[in-house]
């Protein structure tokens, strides 16, 4: 057809957190395709997920009405009957109420999907302003395993999240444990950008995929040894003199003095002449100074705070022997030498001396991390250790650096301030993690498991699922499955009849991203990227009776009586209360489809001003609140579980550029290129087993058994089994099957890993680092 008969509309594709800038090409009403769009900060490049999404669109499998169970769960046959939406709102609202009433709101648990791997970012704080009026404490959605560590448990460091990489200025790059490739397109066009005009790269991966390819170092570390390789690196800068020793000085608490009698941090108020705050050694006023953390001030300016050295200091009750927090700090570093880590991580010894002078050399360092650390036994420890690593290179909110980029100014609408706090201290897991996801609200699946099945602390009886697939991207989905299946009432909204929604009493069919309007404030990349406010139109007309997230939310909310929270379901006016303060309303943003800039001006190292969040003010080498739930002050290394008895191997799941988690495989277009589920081995274990390419292979761990394809990896270390995750929707246009998501003759590697090794602040599961082994299938 000619391309003056085709409609070409402004977009951005929701599908990921890239959310790259396109245009939708629709034909006579039909959505044909997804193409980019080069002059959208983020829409240099499409990925074959959103080009895919026609398919989508018209997927014979979609949801198209809402529909009630009619039969028990586990039956063969649901009896699945097709009910109007009033019908399925109003049986909800019912439900939720009467367990309400009898149980409190905590009976009722959310469980919300990711806004970095689906297009629910369009409605995320219109379900998370629900959640909060409703009043459950309890919001499964995944943090722990995507990005609290990066964002929340760096806030033990450095007071805040990890912030953007300021890519087009940095002089040296710096993934660990991600794949923009895969995940970030928008950033790896970006990071491509600058290696043409010669940044360095660094990745550091167990895979050579994607950027490592391209790396000028891939330091190819064993799954659950990463702290152990930053240590390393970070002891070597340090030995090396490779650090920013006056950002050091000033801006992190490695000049106060620890205690040796206990390894706490000596407070004035045990001083002779007693006071309050932190206290530091001065070499130049050759005594002590004293730091008031409210003032964020030294009692009186220093000359030359001391950073190493053994001082013993007039105390009250006697003298006391310390150390600067950064000695302490610098002596961990060294104990973990290149040729320690090495052994640990198999990563060469004189690789990470050369990663260390890298980063040195050609600073500022831009860097980010991803799942491949967050889904660790050690998570929050190795999070540590990164942040600090970087801090040593001074690069933090500064050009080149990490940045937190101005933003366009909204109100938030996510409803906090509805939260009671007597409310939200019943949070599942809350008391065994304090410091953890319970903070925010949001649960781990295992304790909602243990709270349906054992009433452990409390029992829930009800569950609202908005497109969250527990089965599949949740370990231990076995368990998972049986407190699905002991729920009083569960409701589920999504685009197909996943594993998760097939245990429904109720099931909502969700209009996919191009049915419906979004609304996107930033597109976060950089400060270009920030200044774009766009909203996104219907670019074709839903399918069946399938509604937008947002119109469910507001119909749900305005039901359960909560109405005067929601603008008593006028959308819009909703809408636009988000966007005061921005200046810009929908009218003006539906007038300007390709979006409305609001110019901004990013301050660069805002810590000058008002110091770093954090208890001390200073970025925390030395954590002032770990230790109060037993974590180390310091960074640490602590050996994962890799493997066991009769489990030589290591299990590491890994994500693929075609598939997003459990999302597209019944997409012809994108199954015909990955058609099977797959495991990656080295070509040495798999002759050891002999196990060849394509043949299917049995992968055992002390929690169970799933199948996948033999992948042979010329890359790939001995003893690593690397296997992508997601698996059960089949594809019935290539006649390709579906997967049973708790059979052990399927294919759901989530059904093989288990709870059992988790990190001990977050919860996160180890999914990439889990004992296993592996048979060829006969």
């Given amino acids: 057809m000619p391309e003056s008969t085709r409609c070409r509309i402004s977009a951005f594709c929701p599908l990921c957190a890239s959310r790259c800038g396109c245009e939708a090409v629709v034909e006579e009403g039909r959505l044909v395709a997804i193409e980019p769009d080069p002059s959208h900060p983020t829409g240099k490049a499409l990925c074959a997920k959103g080009r895919a999404s026609p398919e989508l669109v018209y997927a014979s499998d979609r949801l198209l009405y809402p529909m009630r169970r009619t039969r028990p769960k586990g039956d063969v046959d649901p009896g699945w009957q097709r009910i109007s939406w009033d019908q399925a709102l109003d049986e909800t609202t019912t439900a939720l109420r009467r367990i309400t009433a009898e149980g409190g709101p905590e009976a009722v648990a959310f469980g919300v999907t990711t806004s970095s791997g689906t297009a629910l970012s369009d409605a995320q704080p219109w379900v998370d302003r629900l959640i909060n009026a409703f009043g459950s404490p309890n919001n499964c959605n995944s943090w722990e395993i995507c990005a609290w560590h990066r964002q929340f448990a760096r806030a033990f460091t450095t007071g805040t999240g990890i912030g953007m990489p300021d890519y087009a200025q940095a002089g040296c790059i710096l993934l660990w444990g991600h794949n923009p490739s895969a995940s970030l397109l928008a950033s790896a066009t970006r990071i491509a950008e600058a290696r043409a005009r010669g940044a360095k790269l660094i ?169 491949g650390l967050e889904q660790q036994s050690n998570a929050t420890q190795t999070d540590r250790a990164i942040a600090i690593l970087h801090a040593l290179t001074g690069s933090i909110d500064m050009p080149g650096g990490n940045v937190h980029f101005a933003q366009v100014p909204v109100n938030d609408v996510a409803g906090n301030e509805l939260r009671d706090a007597a409310q939200w201290q019943k949070a599942l897991g809350l008391a065994a993690r304090p410091l953890g996801i319970g903070k925010s609200g949001w649960i781990l699946s295992d304790d909602l498991y243990r709270a349906v099945i054992e009433a452990q602390p409390y029992r829930v009886r009800a569950l609202v699922g908005f497109g969250l697939n527990l089965l599949l991207s949740h370990a231990d989905a076995a368990r998972g499955a049986e407190a699905l299946r002991r729920l009083e009432f569960h409701v589920q909204s999504d685009l197909y009849l996943t594993p998760t929604a097939a245990y429904a009493d109720i099931v909502l069919p969700v209009a996919s991203a191009w049915e419906r309007e979004g609304l996107r404030v930033g597109f976060g990349l950089d400060q270009d990227a920030c200044e774009l406010v766009q909203f996104r139109p219907a670019v074709v007309a839903a399918r069946g009776e399938a509604r937008a997230d947002i119109d469910i939310v507001f119909d749900l909310a305005g039901r359960l009586g909560l109405g005067e929270h929601f603008w008593y379901g006028d959308i819009e006016a909703a809408l636009d209360h988000h966007l005061a303060p921005s200046g810009l309303s929908l009218k003006a943003l539906r007038a300007n489809p390709r979006g409305i800039r609001v110019p901004l001006e990013t301050a660069y190292e805002k810590y000058r001003d008002a110091g770093f969040a954090t208890p001390s003010g200073k970025i925390e080498i030395f954590s002032t609140v770990l230790p109060a739930v037993g974590e180390p002050a310091l960074p640490e ?142």
């Fill in 637 to 778: 290394f602590r050996a994962p579980l890799a493997k066991a008895a009769g489990f030589p191997l290591t299990l590491t799941t890994v994500k693929t550029p075609l598939y997003c988690h459990s999302q597209y495989r019944n997409l012809a277009r994108l199954r015909r290129l990955e058609p099977d589920p797959v495991a990656e081995l080295s070509r040495g274990t798999a002759a050891s087993r002999g196990v060849g390419e394509g043949d299917w292979v049995v992968i055992m761990t002390p929690h169970g058994r799933v199948r996948a394809r033999a992948r042979l990896n010329s890359t790939l270390a001995d003893g690593i089994v690397a296997a992508r995750h997601g698996w059960w929707q089949g594809c019935s246009e290539l006649g390709l099957p579906g997967y049973n998501a708790i059979d052990p003759d399927g294919a759901n590697i989530n059904l093989v890993i288990g709870v059992e090794a988790a990190d001990s602040v977050s919860g996160a599961a180890s999914h990439r680092c889990y004992p296993c082994q592996i048979e060829k299938v006969v």
């Fill in 203 to 371: 990745v550091v991966d167990p895979r050579h995929v994607g950027l490592a390819v391209k790396a000028d170092r891939w330091l190819q570390v064993r799954p659950g040894t990463d702290a152990a390789v930053a240590l390393a690196i970070a002891g070597v800068m340090i030995d090396q003199g490779w650090f920013d020793i006056e950002f050091v000085r000033q801006w992190t608490n490695g000049p106060f003095l620890v205690r040796e009698s206990d390894g706490a941090l000596l407070n004035a108020d045990k001083l002779a002449e007693s006071g309050d705050g932190f206290v530091a050694w001065d070499e130049g006023w050759g005594t002590v100074l004293r730091y008031d953390p409210a003032a964020r001030a030294f009692d009186k300016p220093p000359v030359r705070l001391a950073l190493t050295g053994s001082f013993v200091i007039a105390g009250r009750d006697g003298p006391i022997a310390c150390r600067p927090v950064f000695d302490l700090y610098a002596a961990r570093c060294r104990a973990m030498s290149p040729e320690i880590a090495g052994r640990l991580s198999d990563v060469d010894a004189d690789a990470i001396r050369a990663v260390a002078g890298l980063l040195w050399q050609h600073r500022p360092v831009a860097h980010f991390t991803w799942t």
